[in-house]
């Protein structure tokens, strides 16, 4: 390679502007892929084609580009991806809907590409909206509504960017607000009413105060009627775009106050010393994507065919032990925020439980899921029914959550001396609830054993609003048949205890206090039974000791009797 070439590429940001003559020269030139200069050549190829591809996709002909752009190393290239898409949506705001299409379609198989591309408009939003750059504000919010009709992003974020814009309004942020709004309006409606009502709320209140100018006031008015008219002129995604199954898409929950990597170093050439492998690892990536053959002839051994087996099983032992494990929890406490948010943000139990279904629970985190909902109706100041039907459904859907719903009750019962008389109310009432309802099994109730040494005066509390609860739901006739079943008789034994009379007495006037004496009618009759035993066995104690001291008084009466007449023969 001659030193001039090396001159044109030997810079940080990849070189120069090379002519296509010469680059085809340079590149017939250079054949090593484990040179620099190779591996910058085919960098800069690389951002030529996804520049190009993306400049030129439209409604017609997105199907195309998608699979031109999947033959392209999008992991090795997505930070050039994620620059050029939004340079281009920011450059013709029309055709957002596409872009976003094209970006949901990726993100289905490359999910690191969407979550990059969402990382930098959230952080590019909040730099704009600190400059007060309301054009920049546009085309960012724009971008990030209709990823959100695309279920790119959640819906959290959406509601995070109206409550910023609208907090302390100003003639620009309501702007910005009104234009997210007609994007995104229609989606929010459906998958959180209530939110969406409260912005409309919002909206009404700031154009009344009548501190806005009168243009902006006028878009407000021109957004309620669009609101009127069901969005018609503004669909969450245009029919021709609609490219992806529900299902398949990969929503990534993503909040303005999540501290964001933008990974601005993607975009700049690096020298990668394992090029080769990482080109063919996407190129197996590449075929599984586009359910390509693998190209190899017919007439390839068996033993190459082992040896291609034995690397690919290393690769994969290699993969499992460079996974990363995630010791932060940091996954789990923005699915706990996500969780809250959904429940917060849910108008009735039938959407809560629809929008709580579509999250991504993995395996192991149903516990998480169910521990949030028990939380959420334990702060409420009163409680609240809403939240006992959201376990009753989740329990009545599937037996994963009705056996999590148990594990929690167990949990709970354990350290209920913990919380307050208030919480521990809400608890108690909605556990009554998911046993009335029969949506989890009253085998829990084995964790409780009414004696004065196992109880506290929380657990107490707790057992008495349980049974109020259950007895205002099934009735004091149906608990009592309920808690007298044969085959239950085993997960009762410590709430009705029968092991000593102390006990038992204990447990009789518990419930006697609570004024469901009714209950214990097996318990008196078996302490009846118990003192009568007792009392036989005592009396028969009594009737051998005083039998044992007649035959010894006998015994030394007749002894006396012969002692004397001994003595009278001397």
Not at 73 to 81: A, D, K, M, T, W
Not at 138 to 158: D, Q, R, Y
Not at 221 to 249: A, C, H, M, W
Request: glycine residues 4%.
């Amino acid at each position: 390679m001659s030193i001039q070439h090396q001159a044109l590429v030997d810079t940080r940001a990849g070189g120069v502007y090379i002519p296509p003559a010469r680059l085809r020269q340079m590149q017939k030139e250079i054949t090593d892929p484990n040179s620099e200069q190779y591996q910058r050549i085919t960098w800069e190829a690389l951002k030529k084609s996804i520049n190009g591809l993306i400049n030129k996709v439209n409604i017609s002909n997105i199907k195309n580009i998608v699979l031109e752009l999947f033959n392209e190393n999008l992991i090795r290239g997505r930070g050039l991806f994620v620059r050029s898409i939004m340079k281009a949506q920011a450059a013709s705001l029309p055709f957002t809907p596409v872009y976003a299409a094209l970006v949901s379609i990726i993100n289905t198989k490359l999910p690191q590409v969407g979550e990059l591309v969402l990382t930098r408009l959230i952080a590019q939003f909040r730099k704009s909206y600190r400059r007060n750059d309301k054009t920049s504000c546009l085309a960012t919010t724009t971008f990030i509504a209709h990823l959100v009709n695309h279920l790119v992003a959640h819906e959290i974020v959406a509601l995070q960017i109206l409550v910023l814009l609208l907090e302390k309004p100003t003639n620009d942020s309501v702007e910005v607000a009104v234009g997210f709004m007609r994007e995104c309006g229609a989606h929010l409606a459906e998958v959180s009413p209530k939110a969406n009502n409260d912005v409309y709320d919002r909206f009404r209140a700031i154009l009344q105060e009548g501190n806005i100018e009168t243009r902006v006031q006028y878009m407000i008015e021109v957004l309620f009627q669009v609101r009127k008219d069901k969005y018609k002129d503004n669909p969450p995604i245009p029919t021709d775009l609609d490219l992806v199954q529900e299902e398949d898409q990969i929503t990534h929950h993503l909040s303005l106050d999540d501290e964001l990597d933008v990974e601005e170093h993607l975009v700049i050439f690096k020298f990668d010393k394992d090029y080769v492998q990482n080109q063919e690892k996407y190129a197996e990536i590449k075929k599984q994507i586009l359910g390509e053959d693998s190209g190899e002839g017919s007439d390839e051994s068996d033993s190459e065919e082992s040896e291609g087996d034995e690397e690919e099983e290393s690769n994969q032992d290699l993969a499992a032990k460079m996974q990363i494990h995630d010791q932060t929890n940091t996954n789990l406490i923005t699915l706990r925020r996500t969780i809250y948010l959904t429940i917060k943000s849910s108008v009735d139990m039938e959407e809560c439980c629809h929008k709580l279904m579509k999250l991504n629970i993995q395996e192991g985190q149903e516990v998480e899921l169910c521990n949030m909902i028990i939380e959420c109706c334990s702060q409420e100041r009163t409680y609240e029914k809403f939240f006992g039907l959201i376990g009753e459904r989740l329990s009545k859907i599937n037996l994963i959550w009705a056996k999590s719903y148990e594990q929690c009750f167990m949990q709970y019962f354990e350290t209920i001396h913990r919380y307050e008389t208030n919480r521990l109310r809400n608890v108690a009432k909605f556990f009554g609830h998911l046993l009335g309802s029969d949506a989890i099994s009253w085998e829990v109730f084995r964790v409780i054993r009414l004696t004065e040494d196992d109880t506290t005066s929380s657990s107490r509390i707790f057992v008495k609003i349980l049974f109020e609860e259950l007895k205002s739901s099934i009735g004091m006739r149906k608990l009592k048949e309920r808690l007298q079943t044969p085959s239950m008789q085993e997960y009762f034994a410590g709430l009705f205890p029968k092991d000593n009379p102390r006990n038992t007495r204990f447990a009789i006037n518990y419930f006697t206090s609570i004024e469901m004496g009714a209950l214990t009618d097996d318990l008196r009759e078996h302490l009846q039974n118990a003192q009568k035993l007792i009392m036989t066995k005592k009396r028969k104690i009594d009737e051998v000791t005083s039998s044992s001291e007649s035959s010894s008084n006998d015994s030394s009466d007749s002894s006396t009797g012969s002692s004397s007449d001994s003595s009278s023969s001397y």
